[in-house]
């Protein structure tokens, strides 16, 4: 017999007649669209249950099961859905995939041939086109007049029946609609119309880039919509001239995804929170009301809650007052109220995060009464640190009136630790701004601080002429502090609407806090000593104090005509590293900063902790720094530079001297941490003294 035997008439005719059979049910089985559905939820979805395809493919009362039923049932015979036994999944063959996609193909060939056309809309559905609803859109979005909306959308429709686009979209058809605004010089129109989101690139780079994001889908998702706020705050609520001064870098606005949502650093009265009660109106889901608490139990519960909601009401920094008191009648039993406390803490460690750091969580313990109580939170927080590789919390130790010295020793192993420390007389917060708000009775008080200043660039831009330089920068400011005074009218209109409920307070939000305005200063030293061109002497000392007056006589002013307390501030921002990189490529290699490596520009003031054993308060930096500190009413961010080996009885020494020297310090010690087991109690270099690992953080 031949292996190449040829099929004969009858074979082939049967074979031919299984085949037609074949297609014909497949494609009575494409005639039902219940059937098409189901093909396209398995496509998109993957493996799904029974009851979860019944489900998504709308089949959820009870009468429909049959039908639902019947229509898997007809898949399943013709191949075109599978059932895996062991995990009980359906899944969509590829037969399935073949019908399917023939199937998209027959769709948009009929929607062509009938002349017809259909848009997919961002609502998630197909629509026979409509004109009209351009002109409404045109006429609800962009206030354009009636006339001008019929006369565009006439325009519009010309060009989408001249392409004969295939695959119409709602975004497709704004692009057109943008583009016919631009011809005729519609720019504004345009601009209240404008799509925004991201590129298809730049969303590919995000999920390609997945190191850059932290929270897995929840950080991915959070960074887009970020991204999205930030192109509507520059393009539709920010005035042309101060989104522009942002983009060229002579300001920075830090946050901008946030910026017109939440406040920047939040003052708050622990104890009347957690004593009242807090009512947050059904807006967080896992919490909807946080009762009164009275008991040990109920406080520190209440307190980790607090605090960890709070986090997401701030983009900086919440300032923690009254704990002190809160628990002055429970500290009877000392080491049940440290423990307590420290599990509290390491539960509201969890805190927001909307920049690339957590938001801070800073606890103010006043020196000069209730020693107890304070030494038991600050054994607290010493567990606390210990236990926390990266402590998300803080403290803030005023001694304005008690010795600093009571708790000097504490403090100093904490910081050996890692543990963030600030040491001030009066309300500061973790980055030297003051609250000014101190006589107002409420227990919250807000700053808004997130627009710096690069003086550097204004000093490159003045010609060596400091009257001219100081006339630049009070330019600059008018129209900023109007943008932040805007800024505050959003986030009051956002926080009565819900968006920040413990702020809201029952929306008694303007009645029971105040709000101040706070312009930071970046590069001021840059500025006046390295292009305007004077000498870091007694004369140079004036003009920048000089410089820091006009900032403060303009701020005052503004503030009288807006209606809000403005004060100015030199602290830490990240637009700092931002100016400098804009202005070495503006200007070539950077020649303002104070030396080859740095890579950005001064940010308040800084001491080494092994050169001020030998000052005093009459030693010119130390002047300098105190005369600075009285100027700028807004607060001013002076670092402790220790080194990574000190040890805690040289921390105690370097402490207890600075507090000698000026009003307000925070020490910065960088801690090596063993990034496999998070081992930190002793100074290493290379590898971890505990498990050997060479994971060095």
Known sequence: ???????????????????????????????????????????????????????????????????????????????????????????????????????????????????????????????????????????????????????????????????????????????????????????????????????????????????????GAEGLLFNTGQRVFAEHLLTNILPKDVADSHLSGDLHITNPGIWSMIPDTVFVNIKDLIEDGIDLGGKYLDVSRIPPSKQLDDITSSLSVVLSLLSKEASQEIVVDGLVQLFTKHSKSLPELEQKLCDAFATASTTSKYNKTSTNISIRLQLGSETKTINAIINAYKKYTKITPIPKIGLIVDYEKGKLTDVSESASEIISLGGKIMFAKGQTSSSGITNNSTKNTSSLSITLQSVSINLPRLAFESNKDETYFRARLALLMKPALSSMALRKQEISDLTRRGLNPILAKNTQYM???????????????????????????????????????????????????????????????????????????????????????DDSYSEGMSFKASEISDYTTKSDRVSECNKISKLVNGGMLVKLELDQDTKPSDIKKSIEKMAELTSSFKPIKKTAICGECGYKDEPFVDKCPKCKSPYVV
């Open 1 to 215: 017999m031949k292996l190449t035997e040829e099929i004969s008439e009858p074979k082939r005719s049967g074979i031919l007649q299984s085949t037609s059979k074949r297609v014909r049910m497949i494609f009575s089985v494409m005639a039902s669209p219940n059937r098409i559905d189901i093909l396209r939820i398995l496509n998109s979805k993957g493996p799904l249950t029974y009851s979860e395809l019944k489900s998504l493919a709308g089949f959820k009362s009870k009468k429909e099961s049959g039908k639902f039923a019947y229509h898997l049932r007809k898949l399943l015979r013709q191949s075109l859905v599978a059932l895996n036994k062991s995990e009980r999944r359906y899944t969509i063959t590829n037969l399935g995939k073949l019908v399917l996609s023939l199937a998209r193909q027959i769709e948009e060939r009929s929607i062509i041939e009938s002349g017809k056309m259909y848009v997919r809309t961002s609502h998630e559905s197909i629509e026979e086109f409509n004109s009209h609803k351009i002109i409404q859109s045109l006429v609800r979005e962009g206030s354009l007049p009636l006339e001008l909306a019929q006369k565009i959308t006439e325009e519009v429709e010309n060009r989408i029946y001249k392409y004969q686009t295939t695959y119409l979209t709602g975004s497709l058809i704004r692009e057109m609609v943008n583009s016919v605004l631009l011809e005729h010089g519609h720019e504004e129109y345009r601009n209240k119309l404008a799509r925004l989101g991201l590129p298809v690139y730049d969303v590919q780079e995000m999920i390609s880039n997945l190191d850059n994001i932290d929270n």
């Open 511 to 597: 009645q029971r806090s105040s709000v101040s305005l706070v312009v930071n200063l970046v590069g001021l030293k840059e500025a006046v000593f390295n292009i305007l061109g004077f000498e870091d002497n007694k004369e140079g000392r004036e003009i920048l104090r000089k410089v820091i007056e006009t900032a403060v006589d303009v701020g005052a002013k503004k503030g009288k005509e807006l209606g809000d307390p403005v004060t100015i501030c030199m602290t830490e921002t990240e637009g700092s590293d931002r100016f400098a990189t804009l202005d070495g490529e503006k200007y070539g290699k950077n020649s303002a900063l104070n030396s080859m490596d």
